[in-house]
């Protein structure tokens, strides 16, 4: 697999069609083995670029008709429906995705799909915390838990889709004053990657933080010992339900290899894919047909936020907004 950053548009231009560039949100360790795949089984070359996700729309609206992109691959969906209210996504035929993703995964015109699911949760350390002790994530902003909360950055898009869905569900005013209370009770534990977050709390820098469940399953894997656990919170009755959230794809409107960009999709969702997301990264598949993890907490044994996934996007400018008026580092 290529770094498409060393490809001038020219060349790029006169690839052939059994070739694609893909722009990816996601880090390169968690979708290039199913890249890999793809282009094992299909013999499609892809040449990947790798950025956040914010960054990779503004590039591809930057680009307009020059880009060299095909695919378009992020970590959250905001920035999937984003680029779709730019007009930056071609739409997939239905056929191809009907009965394989559900609607709640999917764009409104079908112009970007899911891949793998994914909740944002509280990982905590079991020498210091009773599962019984937080219920709700409001409850990470109660003075009692200063300085033993780890949080990630301003910047992390995990973040700004959760803040997203608490301010969806209620409002300016309250989701303000969760996120003072999380900047006050942080500190200086305030991280760029959510594996800093599952080390700081496994180490006891930390009583508890907010990251996607996947990540504490990995460290898991890798020290099985760690003294840490997953907490799905919100789940009483009257609260928000856990916040879903999904990594997702669409074809980038410009692209010049559309029919081996569909090929690719169509493998991302199939039974073969979608195993590589929940045996590889412990992630949620969302073609029903294919389990996850059976160390995972099964889907149904939770109860998720009712905000719709493609009201990401509108929320994003409001979320980093708020955000900033907090002055979350």
């Known amino acids: 697999m290529l770094a498409v950053e060393n490809l001038c548009f020219s060349a790029i231009d ?3 069609a059994d070739r694609l560039v893909v722009y ?3 880090a390169e360790r968690l979708i290039k083995p199913v890249l890999d795949a793809f282009q094992a089984k299909s013999g499609v070359q892809i040449d990947l670029l790798s950025s956040g996700s914010t960054e990779l729309v503004n590039r591809l609206q930057a680009e ?16 999937l429906e984003r680029a779709r209210e730019l007009k930056l996504l071609a739409p997939l035929d239905p056929s191809m995705i009907d009965g394989k993703i559900p609607s709640e995964f999917r764009a ?4 970007w799909i899911g891949l793998s699911g994914r909740v944002w949760l509280v990982v905590y350390n079991t020498s210091l915390i009773k599962p019984g002790d937080i219920q709700s994530m409001f409850d990470l902003a109660d003075p009692r838990w200063k300085g033993k909360i780890a949080i990630p950055n301003a ?17 300016d005013q309250r989701t303000q004053q969760f996120l003072e209370g999380l900047k006050a009770n942080a ?5 760029g990657k959510s594996s800093q977050i599952v080390e700081a709390v496994a180490k006891g820098e930390a009583a508890a933080g907010i990251v996607n469940h996947y990540y504490i399953y990995r460290h898991l894997d890798a020290q099985p010992k760690a003294p840490i656990a997953p907490l799905i919170t919100d789940q009483q009755e ?3 339900g856990a916040i879903l959230n999904a990594a997702g794809v669409g074809i980038v409107a410009k692209s010049r290899h559309k029919t081996s960009a569909n090929r690719l999709i169509e493998f991302l969702e199939s039974p073969e894919g979608q195993k590589m997301f929940a045996d590889q990264n412990k992630e949620y598949p969302l073609n029903p047909d294919v389990p996850a993890d059976p160390a995972l907490p099964a889907r149904r044994s939770f109860r998720a936020a009712t905000v719709p996934l493609i009201k990401l996007g509108e929320l ?4 980093m907004a708020l955000i900033e008026r907090v002055g979350l580092r």
């Open 14 to 16: 006169s690839l052939a």
């Open 24 to 26: 990816s949100g996601r």
């Open 64 to 79: 307009g008709p020059r880009t060299s992109a095909d695919v378009f691959i992020t970590n959250e969906v905001g920035a």
């Open 108 to 111: 409104s015109d079908n112009s």
């Open 155 to 171: 910047g992390s898009e995990y973040l700004q889709a959760g803040v997203s869905v608490i301010q969806a569900t209620y409002g």
């Open 187 to 191: 500190g200086t534990h305030v991280y």
């Open 238 to 240: 009257g609260g928000m």
């Open 316 to 319: 994003r400018e409001p979320t």
